[in-house]
């Protein structure tokens, strides 16, 4: 027992520190590649927070992406605010955004809150593509630049690197917490949580903010990194994509929409060199997922290490 | 009534064409042990449900330690201090026994909303030993839903008095049990209440079971009370004798 | 406000309620009896566009052509819908919720790929046949014959499923099943095979839908989800499993967005958002729906 413990702190520290030297060994475009799955990586868990913790499917984070991202480019370029303001603006703008659209969301169960929020979603790209005066509409917004620091390759890695683990940290914090427990609880079963006194919608609202306010960071990494936004970063393909992040690595383990996330973009940077219908893939990959490993990865590889431990056991 | 811990005055609740209650007035003293009979769809559950604030009354007050809570939200009469299980035990089975548990002691603790310290830090003594008391404490890591049914039971019982409650409202809490198990659960019932000062309000199908321990008997049939007294008079009562030798599958000991 | 251009405002809005009625009928009856929300309803009426500008192009853009094409669209999306329940969704009815939306949601990224694959990415229109061109003078211009034919053949629809649900032995069995599907299923009736048919029916209204919508809207990628998500809301307003609601909900979604574009522009759907969060707070079971189902 206790050697696979200190096994597995070996492992994260290797983890760690493969990750800190990676700038050292590797050329510009995996780097680069390596700094978006961190920010995916960050999306996708703290969407998971609603989804596998809170037995919420959302079908619109991309919204609170986009306003991250949103905020952060119209601040800097049409406004001229300096870079960290904008950045710390960011999850503020999120968390508002979503505090209102939550309000009414949480209030349904199961399906209905999944349309709901595949509404709102829609319904923010609808505001970005048509609010041209604010956001350019569909030409969107170039040239957002992070400070020198940040700007290279390196930097940006280092940036989103620490951020992204900041917030994984918390994101941890949350689930351990009593708020995590009894999100938990609501998930299993939410008539009940209401009879051991818990205001449910209330508690619905939080996670739905911080789950939201995640992505929003999330956006707000990108935005620089990237250096233009456009109205797709709201479009609901974006929010199945992290659906899809979160189910392929398994939403029932905490890392595992982060290696969902890594694997999507693998297959992304892999397969649209040949083929323009990603999404055709995805939603086979999806419908198998579906039908044969709901577990997902993750679920996968439990269920073949469980085997090879009954396997191994003495007759 | 002085000394009632809950005053109900006047409810009445209908679903669609159906009236489910008609005017119905109760009042529980506080320490009873106090079953609420009737045959099926006499309105027992809709009581309960009335009452935990599932839904509003139709019609009528519910009052509860000199507080009104009539339309209250579950939540809040809950934290009022009613508590209560269901007909079908509803627990939470993905978590483990001492979870499920936890997570309703923590509620009462007032922690459901803590974010930023370890929920382990928090009332899992207190869990630990609702666990032992319902006679889990072995069982504590497992998950829920492979639990037996009176286990389960049992559980649910556990997360109700997690919330420290001064009324506790039983749902046919031996249903599907063993006589064994009914006996062993009834007589933990009992002695929470002595020891820990709650009143129980429960419903029942089993005659033995509801004489054994009531002190106090209301007979609901087509949603009206139609008998309310100790638990002698409410045997001897010919009304209520016929009521039930009028449905079928009844018996009357 | 002018009446012309009220009235002129309020038949348009018939029309687009007409349409989202057929297609909100068919989502409500499945979530009604299979308990299944089908994300890819949206996918399905696009499907039916663009299967009406190939059948239109096949059977010649006259009456007979139109009537053909018609048929020919209800009947395919009729097949896919009961090829859809057989092949993929019945493996998922015990299931999760969570499943079954992660199923039709796949299905969406499918059939749309399928759709590029087939048709390519430049917009598809269709005219209007001869015999409904033309317009109809109303005061202040004049209201087209084809929008006409449209209002009129939602009420036919809706006419024709009440009086099958309410008359007729198959949509007695569809209300049984509806109310209480493991009953039924005692009783001996083929419940795998209703719901089936069921998923035909929807599938059924689904293509009427779309070959009659086919002349006033282009098929162009990515209605799917801008319609699945207006027929949703109608669904939510009205109230799951309810027909009646679903058309009381059709019209004033319809309405409310003929009415908004003139006070906003480009923000009418914001009036529909408003509504629908009136109805979530006051009733969220729907005007017409059965509360604690969802």
Not at chain 1, 27 to 50: D, K, S, Y
Request: aromatic share 10%; charged share 15%.
């Amino acid at each position: 027992m206790n050697g696979s413990a200190s096994r597995c702190r070996r492992a994260w520290w290797l983890l760690a520190a493969v990750l800190a030297a990676l700038p050292l060994a590797a050329p510009g475009f995996h780097l680069r590649l390596a700094t978006e799955i961190a920010i995916m990586a960050l999306f996708a868990m703290g969407f998971n927070l609603l989804l596998g913790y809170g037995g919420m499917l959302s079908f619109g984070h991309a919204g609170y992406y986009a306003v991250g991202a949103y905020t952060v480019a119209i601040l800097t370029r049409k406004a001229g605010l300096p870079f960290a303001s904008a950045f710390l603006a960011a999850p503020a703008a999120t968390a508002l955004v979503a505090w209102v659209t939550g309000f009414f969301c949480v209030r349904l169960r199961g399906y209905y809150f999944s349309i709901l929020t595949l509404a709102f979603g829609q319904l923010i790209w609808g505001v970005i593509f048509k609010w041209t005066a604010l956001t350019n509409g569909d030409d969107g917004i170039v040239g957002i630049e992070a400070p020198a620091l940040l700007a290279s390759p390196a930097g940006a890695y280092y940036f989103t690197l620490l951020l992204t683990g900041a917030c994984v940290a918390l994101l941890w914090m949350i689930v351990q917490s009593p708020f995590g427990r009894t999100l938990l609880a609501i998930r299993e079963n939410t008539e009940r949580t209401q009879f051991i006194g818990v205001n449910v919608n209330r508690l619905r609202l939080c996670a739905f903010v911080l789950s939201a306010t995640f992505a929003g960071v999330a956006g707000a990494l990108f935005a620089p990194f990237d250096g233009s936004v456009f109205p797709s970063f709201a479009f609901w393909t974006r929010s199945g994509d992290v659906v899809m992040m979160a189910i392929l690595g398994g939403m029932h383990s905490f890392l595992g929409p982060a290696l969902g996330a890594a694997i999507m973009l693998f297959l992304d940077h892999t397969i649209t060199a040949y083929t323009e219908y990603w999404p055709f893939v995805l939603g086979t990959v999806l419908l198998c997922l579906v039908l044969f490993s709901p577990a997902g990865v993750t679920g996968l590889a439990r269920t073949v290490a469980a085997r090879r431990r009954a396997a191994d056991r003495p007759a | 009534m002085a000394g009632a811990l809950v005053d109900i005055a006047g409810l009445r609740k209908a679903f669609g064409g159906v009236q489910a209650l008609s005017r119905v007035d109760l009042a529980v003293r506080e320490g009873d042990v106090h079953a609420l009979i009737g045959p099926n769809g006499a309105g027992k559950s809709t009581f309960f449900n009335l009452l935990t604030g599932l839904f509003p009354p139709d019609a009528g007050r519910i009052v509860f330690e000199r507080r009104e809570i009539t339309a209250l939200p579950p939540h809040r009469i809950c934290r009022l201090g009613i508590a209560r299980s269901f007909q079908r035990a509803s627990i939470f089975p993905g978590l483990s026994a001492f979870e499920n548990i936890h997570v309703a002691a923590l509620a009462r603790a007032g922690a459901s909303f803590r974010l930023h310290v370890r929920a382990g830090g928090l009332a899992a003594g207190e869990a630990e030993e609702l666990l032992a008391t319902v006679g889990l404490g072995d069982r504590a890591g497992l998950p829920a839903d492979s639990l037996s049914h009176g286990d389960r039971k049992r559980l649910e019982l556990g997360i109700a008095l997690a919330n420290r409650p001064r009324l506790l409202l039983l749902d046919e809490p031996t249903a599907g049990m063993s006589p064994e198990e009914t006996k062993g659960t009834m007589a933990l019932v009992q002695r929470l209440a002595r020891e820990r000062g709650i009143t129980i309000l429960f419903t029942e199908h089993d005659m033995s079971v509801v004489f054994g321990i009531a002190q106090r008997v209301t007979v609901l049939h087509q949603g009206q009370i139609i008998a309310d007294g100790s638990a002698e008079a409410i045997r001897e009562n010919e009304q209520v004798q016929r009521v039930y030798l009028g449905e079928a599958g009844w018996f009357w000991e | 406000m002018d009446l012309s251009i009220a009235l002129n405002q309020c038949l348009s809005g018939l029309t687009r309620a007409g349409i989202l009625f057929m297609l909100a009928s068919g989502l409500t009856l499945i979530f009604g009896v299979a308990r299944v929300i089908n994300f890819a309803h949206g996918s399905l009426y696009m499907l039916a566009v663009y299967l009406s500008y190939t059948f239109l192009r096949l059977f010649g853009p006259g009456g007979v052509g139109f009537w053909l094409s018609l048929g020919a669209v209800a009947a395919s999306l009729a097949l896919i819908g009961g090829a859809l329940e057989t092949g993929l969704i019945r493996r998922v009815y015990g299931r999760d919720p969570l499943q079954q939306l992660l199923l039709t949601f796949a299905l969406v990224y499918i059939i749309g790929d399928v759709v590029k694959f087939v048709w390519g990415i430049t917009p598809k229109s269709v005219s209007r046949p001869p015999f409904l061109e033309g317009g109809i003078p109303v005061p202040g211009g004049s209201f087209p014959v084809y929008n006409v034919f449209v209002i009129a053949l939602a009420a036919a629809v809706g006419a024709g499923l009440w009086l099958m649900l309410a008359r007729s032995r198959l949509g007695w069995l569809i209300r049984a099943v509806a109310a209480d599907i493991e009953i039924t299923d005692a009783l001996g009736v083929n419940v795998p095979r209703l719901l089936t048919l069921v998923f035909m029916l929807g599938g059924l209204l689904v293509g009427v839908g779309g070959a009659a919508a086919a002349p006033l809207t282009a098929g162009a990628l990515g209605m799917d989800v801008e319609i699945v998500i207006l027929c949703f809301i109608v669904v939510i307003i009205g109230g799951a499993g309810s027909l009646l609601g679903a058309a009381v909900a059709a019209l004033l979604v319809g309405l409310l967005e003929s009415f908004g574009i003139l006070l906003l522009p480009q923000f009418a759907v914001v009036f529909i958002y408003a509504l629908m969060a009136g109805v979530m707070i006051v009733r969220p079971w729907g005007l017409f729906g059965v509360p604690g189902r969802s």
